[in-house]
């Protein structure tokens, strides 16, 4: 670093990103994008007298596509907030709800930004272990007297709490807003949607980069009390107030009306997924029970980091975490069944 870099952040670690090579030489199983393209409504959308319109600013409100999101969930429009991808959602809500005096809660084994988020705005963490299946502890999270984040379903373990279970924190922590990140929530587990007008401190992040197929668009959204949702405009008209470029923002209400599409990929993915773990556990593998576009497993003969490197020498990419509890496994994302079945012939050479 520079001798000009505030010394506040010296001890900064950023987040590391899954591997994108240039190149095409890769079936890419780490970064959990879709294996499918765009919907064909979001193609017919991007016409070229919209990029003409490149030159004019994009509605800083984003009425339109707020109004899609709005419709499609049954909510009211001053119920959602969108973002440049759920990241920048989730950081806006981390400075609207978070300071030196109020921590945030979330789990060890989880989402790295959160870890790193803190870390840039000087927020404590409240870090709350996983029990030894990857499980949470709803009791673990009463009266924390913190910002609570549930990653539901949680990444990397794929693994979802119900409705139900996030109800009891939301009882439990009245004082404190509870951020529910569904990034994974349609391949299989059950929105806390519907829990937003019953309880004023639950706020629901989604996104449209898994199961819309919009990874390189960068468009999330939250959903939740309007007075929430005023508090995340207030940290985006003081940061970024044209967060959503133009032609995001139509790909994004193309995608959010085009309902037919978006069954057909979850389903296809789900259909993978199971075929994936079938042939995983044939193997001897280990697995979480995912409901999410990926697999959290474990090799019974191969260390996780050895095969991570083994399968990229084949020509496969697939996600390595390291510490003590998770660096034996593997995230495998779900992709289409050729890829899929790539990766389970190039196991079966490797001996895994």
């Known amino acids: 670093m520079s001798q000009y870099f505030t010394k506040s952040l010296a001890a900064l670690e950023p987040y590391t990103p899954g591997e994108q090579p240039r190149d095409q030489q890769y079936i890419k199983l780490n970064t959990n994008e879709s294996p499918f393209a765009a919907s064909p409504r979001v193609v017919a959308a ?24 709005a419709a499609r969930n049954r909510i009211r429009p001053e119920q959602v907030m969108v973002g440049n991808g759920s990241d920048e959602v989730l950081a806006f809500a981390l400075r609207a709800f978070c300071d030196g005096d109020t921590p945030l809660a979330y789990s060890d084994i989880t989402y790295g930004c959160y870890k790193v988020w803190c870390s840039l705005m000087g927020i404590p963490s409240k870090v709350i272990p996983l ?42 922590n009245p004082d404190h807003v509870v951020i529910v990140d569904e990034a994974y929530v349609d391949f299989g587990a059950e929105s806390c949607l519907p829990l937003i007008d ?27 009390d309007p007075e929430l949702i005023a508090d995340l405009n207030r940290i985006k008209f003081s ?8 032609l995001t923002s139509l790909a994004g209400i193309a995608a959010m009306e085009d309902e037919e599409y978006f069954a057909s990929c979850t389903g296809k993915i789900r259909e993978n997924r199971a075929w994936t773990a079938q042939k ?10 995912s409901l999410t576009n990926f697999l959290f497993a474990q090799s019974s003969r191969i260390e996780g980091g050895a095969l991570a490197k083994a399968l990229r020498q084949k020509g496969i990419l697939v996600r390595h975490f390291e510490g003590e509890r998770v660096s034996n496994r593997l995230r495998i994302t779900i992709g289409s069944r050729p890829e899929m079945e790539a990766l389970i ?3 079966k050479q490797l001996g895994a």
């Open 280 to 289: 995983l556990r044939e193997m001897d593998f280990t697995l979480t029970d």
């Open 46 to 69: 991007i016409t070229g007298q919209e990029v003409e319109k490149l030159r004019l600013y994009s509605d800083p409100a984003c009425r339109d596509l707020i109004a899609a999101i």
């Open 239 to 246: 940061f970024n107030p044209y967060n959503v470029n133009r």
């Open 198 to 224: 019953k309880y004023p401190n639950l706020l629901v992040v989604q996104t449209f980069s898994k199961s819309r197929n919009l990874a390189g668009a960068r468009l999330g959204f939250a959903m939740g």
């Open 345 to 347: 012939e190039a196991l």
């Open 131 to 172: 029990q030894e299946d990857y499980t949470v502890d709803i009791g673990q999270y009463k009266s924390l007297g913190a910002t609570i984040m549930l990653t539901n379903p949680n990444a990397p373990t794929g693994l979802a709490l119900t409705p139900g279970q996030v109800e009891e924190v939301l009882k439990a």
